[in-house]
Nanobody
Framework: QVQLVESGGGLVQPGGSLRLSCAASGITFSIYAMGWYRQAPGKERELVALITGGGGLPTYADSVKGRFTISRDNTQNTLYLQMNSLKPGDTAVYFC???????????????WGQGTQVTVSS
């Protein structure tokens, strides 16, 4: 019954912006830490950003720091990832994840969405 549904992916030119959303159901959203992972073809899964249940301690991979912003709206049970100044290296499938602890997010032991494709290309 736990469901995480990502949306907002697509094709964007380098330097452009995209906003991903993750709609959650089946969990008490406000007490779950959440995060975004991405995986590009031939590459290992990478933790992009994570955030506590209350919206604190946003943390980012060095590769996206200063360009991406993770946030959440606990009244809408929705997680967001605002991606600015996109680069071709950001091309990947982006996955939403939720877990009862911050640590579980970090080690990939949470619930997962189906992923949404982000392609950065001219």
């Amino acid at each position: 019954q736990v469901q995480l549904v990502e949306s907002g992916g697509g094709l964007v030119q380098p330097g452009g912006s995209l906003r991903l959303s993750c709609a959650a159901s089946g969990i008490t959203f406000s007490i779950y830490a959440m995060g975004w992972y991405r995986q590009a073809p031939g590459k290992e899964r990478e933790l992009v950003a994570l955030i506590t249940g209350g919206g604190g301690l946003p943390t980012y991979a060095d590769s996206v720091k200063g360009r991406f912003t993770i946030s959440r709206d606990n009244t809408q049970n929705t997680l967001y990832l605002q991606m600015n100044s996109l680069k071709p290296g950001d091309t990947a499938v982006y996955f939403c994840t939720a877990a009862s602890t911050y640590r579980a997010i970090e080690i990939g032991e949470g619930y997962w969405g189906q992923g949404t494709q982000v392609t950065v290309s001219s």
